[in-house]
């Protein structure tokens, strides 16, 4: 009897792989996954620059893209999620993250530039949001907020770059911009996994004050809230393609 028992219960398990491997919508996952995406046509899979470029395209309220301040606002959304200490909570202060949540910051535009010169290195990403009303976050009215991300793929920081790159824009607040103050968000991106992220108490870098981020995160509350909306042929051809170069590929 026991015997007949387990051969029903193999004679199941071997009936449901089967079904599991005829899906079609199992069938078009994997080919999805598996199929190769311009970055690994070009062998960019793991280029940090040409990650963000694509990141920079993404947040450049006036690129091909049409998606507006979206993408930027989803962003900082993110980053809100990210906060772990009071070091962090200097980038995004209670006034700043309120803001975000209640979509109270009103961006007007957003411009971005990869590989901004500075005195003490190249940032990879300087993302600057236009408001147009200023925004109070604890004593002081902002006209602009800057984003300065720090990218990392496959290597760490080096050479105390993020403390630097502090320093610098401490040192030059005002620097390209005219006719109002500017409020400083540190940003330090990695390719970790989202399940070792959440078992951080502070940020990996050298300065404390950048709020760790991965793409993982930028996948899920980024890509996949944008791809479910009304998106033009190019655009949506644009971010599945990233998405495929962000999945993990068996070939």
């Given amino acids: ?144 907020i800057r984003l300065v991300i720090e990218n990392k793929i496959g290597t760490k920081e080096h050479d105390k770059q993020t403390q630097k790159y502090h320093e610098y824009f401490n040192n030059n607040p005002n620097e390209g911009l005219t006719g109002g103050n500017i409020f400083y968000v540190y940003i330090f991106l990695t390719a970790d996994s989202t399940a070792y992220l959440d078992m951080l108490t502070e940020t990996e870098c050298n300065d404390k004050t950048y709020i760790q981020t991965n793409y993982q995160d930028i996948y899920d509350l980024i890509l996949t809230p944008i791809l479910s909306t009304t998106l033009s042929e190019k655009t949506r051809n644009c971010l599945e393609e990233y998405v495929k170069c962000l999945s993990i590929s068996k070939y």
């Fill in 1 to 144: 009897m026991q015997d007949i028992n387990i051969k029903d219960r193999i004679s199941k398990i071997k009936d449901r792989i089967s079904k599991y491997y005829a899906s079609q919508s199992v069938n078009r996952l994997e080919d999805f996954l598996t199929q190769k995406c311009w970055f690994d046509i070009i062998d960019k899979r793991n280029s940090e620059t040409a990650h963000s470029s694509f990141i920079a395209w993404l947040l450049n309220s006036n690129e091909s893209h049409q998606l507006g301040i979206k993408p930027c606002f989803l962003f900082l959304n993110m980053l809100r999620c990210r906060i772990l200490t009071d070091e962090q909570k200097k980038s995004m202060p209670q006034d700043l993250e309120n803001a975000i949540l209640t979509k109270k910051i009103h961006i007007e535009k957003v411009e971005t530039t990869t590989e901004k010169s500075t005195t003490n290195g190249r940032v990879d990403i300087l993302t600057t949001l236009s408001l147009s009303e200023n925004i109070q976050i604890e004593d002081s009215s902002y006209k602009y």
